[in-house]
């Protein structure tokens, strides 16, 4: 649980706030006393909700432009405002380069990448004629800054993400601050997926320093700290929820150096 409050009164928008990351995300931001509106394709089963406080749910594919534009309009005319934009929604299966079609890399980028950046576009528009101004974070990843085997366009997204965030946060200074979080390995219900059983999670995990992927509410809690006045001035940074990286494999097949 968060200790901050501040965010009483004001409305956060999650894209992708259903499941996984963005449900944290969700979750977090109500803690912290927020409204928080989410977005996706389809109505989740359950929605995030925290002591009571549930969040409100819009359809929106966030790759058709005029339909966010809609929901940014929606969010003012319901809510009076938008103080918090999280560009969550995106991801992409498990593809090797030269296995996918010009159309499927092109889906992926406008997942990633022009999705968000139209809808940071639009609410920014909105937050400039704010006296507040607002905050618009982007969900990052390590895959932007580290080979990316089998999904090499999604990594490549990532890293325009984080070029994005330093234009804009100069671009939109003083009345918007732009940041992005990269998480690191996040332990969700589609795991499996990703890494396999709970044993191959579980062996995942200690290869990371503090021993154990991330909760999406990790992700959550920095998302948080990020949009609050406790990091007012921080603009144009990307924050690592990473859990001190990755082992170097290196150092497990090195026969010197052995503690």
């Known amino acids: 649980m968060t200790d901050i409050k501040e965010f009483s009164g004001k409305v956060v928008l999650v894209t992708g706030g259903g499941r996984g990351v963005g449900r944290g995300i969700a979750e977090c931001f109500l803690d912290a006393g927020a409204t928080v509106v989410i977005c996706g394709r389809t109505t989740p089963e359950i929605l995030p909700e925290v002591a009571g406080k549930r969040a409100v749910f819009q359809i929106?594919?966030?790759g058709d432009h005029e339909a966010t534009a809609a929901l940014v309009a929606r969010v003012v005319a319901d809510h009076g405002r938008l103080d918090v934009l999280v560009n969550n929604a995106g991801g992409s299966?498990?593809?090797?380069a030269a296995s996918g079609s010009p159309r499927f890399h092109q889906s992926i980028l406008?997942?990633?990448l022009v999705a968000p950046y139209i809808l940071a576009i639009q609410a920014n528009a909105v937050m400039q004629?704010?006296?507040q101004g607002g905050v618009i974070e982007f969900i990052g990843s390590i895959a932007a800054t580290r080979p990316q085997p089998g999904t090499a366009?999604?990594?490549a997204a990532?890293?325009?993400v984080l070029s994005l965030t330093t234009s804009l946060a100069i671009e939109w200074a003083p009345k918007v601050r732009v940041v992005s979080v990269s998480p690191g390995l996040v332990e969700t219900e589609q795991s499996a997926l990703h890494y396999g059983d709970a044993a191959s999670i579980a062996a995942v995990g200690r290869i990371i320093p503090l021993q154990r992927l991330a909760k999406p509410r990790d992700i959550g809690d920095s998302c948080v700290f990020l949009a609050s006045s406790r990091a007012c001035h921080v603009s144009g940074s990307d924050l690592l929820v990473h859990g001190g990286g990755e082992r170097p494999r290196?150092?497990?097949?090195s026969k010197v150096n052995k503690t």
């Open 60 to 62: 929106c594919d966030v």
């Open 93 to 96: 299966p498990f593809v090797y």
């Open 110 to 112: 406008r997942l990633n």
């Open 129 to 131: 004629q704010q006296e």
């Open 153 to 155: 366009t999604y990594g």
């Open 158 to 160: 990532k890293a325009a």
């Open 250 to 253: 290196f150092l497990d097949e």
